[in-house]
Nanobody, 129 residues
Framework: QVRLLESGGGSVQSGGSLRLSCAVS????????MAWFRQAPGKEREGVAG???????SYRDSVKGRFTISLDAAKSTLYLQMNSLKPEDTAMYYC???????????????????????WGRGTQVTVSS
């Protein structure tokens, strides 16, 4: 069992920055591939950034060059550094994890797995113009 807890969301003006954190607890003995997702009101959930077991990363086309995903294994924490934020980045952001090795696909530039077994409750990001 793995538990994920996001933090770091908030309200910023366009062009601002935020750093989201996802604390991982529970069974951390296995290798997990992780990702950040987001969902805006009335829209489908979409992948934002992913990180593999070898720490390779992928990003949704619309956030490339602005967002950076990273993993601090010693702290069991996943991060999402978000710079040059835009109003269209406004959404609830979720951290997700799955055992690496499952089926995956590529969509809008990001590698996503068909199944993410563990999810956090989300942290809200609001960007005003």
């Amino acid at each position: 069992q793995v538990r994920l807890l996001e933090s770091g969301g908030g309200s910023v003006q366009s062009g601002g920055s935020l750093r989201l954190s996802c604390a991982v607890s529970g069974d951390t003995s296995s290798t997990y591939c992780m990702a950040w997702f987001r969902q805006a009101p009335g829209k489908e959930r979409e992948g934002v950034a992913g990180i593999e077991s070898d720490l390779s990363t992928s990003y949704r086309d619309s956030v490339k060059g602005r967002f950076t995903i990273s993993l601090d294994a010693a702290k069991s924490t996943l991060y999402l550094q978000m710079n040059s934020l835009k109003p269209e980045d406004t959404a609830m952001y979720y951290c997700a994890a799955t055992l690496c090795g499952g089926g995956w696909y590529l969509r809008a530039g990001i590698v996503l797995y068909y199944e993410y077994k563990y999810w956090g409750r989300g942290t809200q990001v609001t960007v005003s113009s």
